[in-house]
């Protein structure tokens, strides 16, 4: 097994390679505005650094959010053009999922968070790191403040609310080291991971305009 991970759904754009047991490359860099740009040379990389040929990769691991659609769509076209370029599968994972399996959390419940914009966060709870107890939401940190009141929390989105999160730590975005290593886990175990398809729980900032004029060819 050599699984190939990687996520954009966080400002992260982390790229990992796991060998069925272990991680043994990865590169990770946080820029919120340049996935498109980063992604690929990410991937070099961890090949290089790993001295392996991307054709001897055995299957893609994807992180599929929630994450704003900009960002998400990269690593998941991405994902999807490798797979159909090598001919192998590509497996998707929650990226809170990532998240909570690389926090330090032994037992839960805990909360996992990440920046949704729009002074929203995207967020679930688990039971541990490896059990998520609710799906994936987005809401306004103030309107769940009952619900996770004196829950440990991880993820930026927690950092930016300490009033709502005040037990908020580290990891703050998922690592796709973490991606792979939960992929590799659940595939060993004959679990079935999620197809590479997004969660976005929202509709895009872009719209189409709203009475726009139309021109017709006179």
């Not at 370029?85 to 330090?104: E, F, I, K, Q, R």
């Not at 998922?174 to 991606?179: D, F, H, K, N, W």
Request: with cysteine; aromatic share 6%; charged share 20%.
């Amino acid at each position: 097994m050599l699984l190939l991970a990687l996520d954009t759904a966080t400002p992260a754009v982390t790229v990992a390679l796991h060998d069925g047991e272990d991680v043994i490359a990865s590169s990770s860099q946080v820029d919120a505005r340049r996935h498109g740009e980063l992604l690929l040379p990410a991937v070099d990389r961890v090949l290089a650094e790993s001295g392996l040929r991307l054709d001897a990769v055995t299957g893609i691991v994807v992180g599929i959010g929630p994450g704003p659609y900009t960002g998400l769509r990269v690593g998941l076209m991405t994902a999807d053009t490798f797979g159909l370029a090598l001919g192998v599968p590509v497996h998707g994972v929650c990226t809170l999922d990532g998240l909570a399996y690389a926090s330090d959390i032994e037992k839960g419940p805990f909360v996992v968070a990440t920046d949704a914009r729009r002074k929203e966060v995207y967020w679930a709870t688990y039971a541990d790191s490896r059990t998520r107890l609710t799906d994936p939401a987005v809401d306004r940190p103030a309107d769940i403040a009952e619900r996770v009141a004196g829950l440990p929390a991880v993820g930026a989105g927690a950092l930016l609310y300490p009033d709502t999160f005040p037990s908020a730590h580290e990891p703050e975005h998922v690592s796709a080291a973490a991606l792979a290593a939960l992929a590799a886990e659940r595939l060993a175990a004959g679990v079935d991971l999620p197809a590479p398809r997004p969660l976005y729980l929202r509709r895009p900032d872009a719209q189409v305009p709203k009475n726009y004029k139309v021109v017709t060819p006179k």
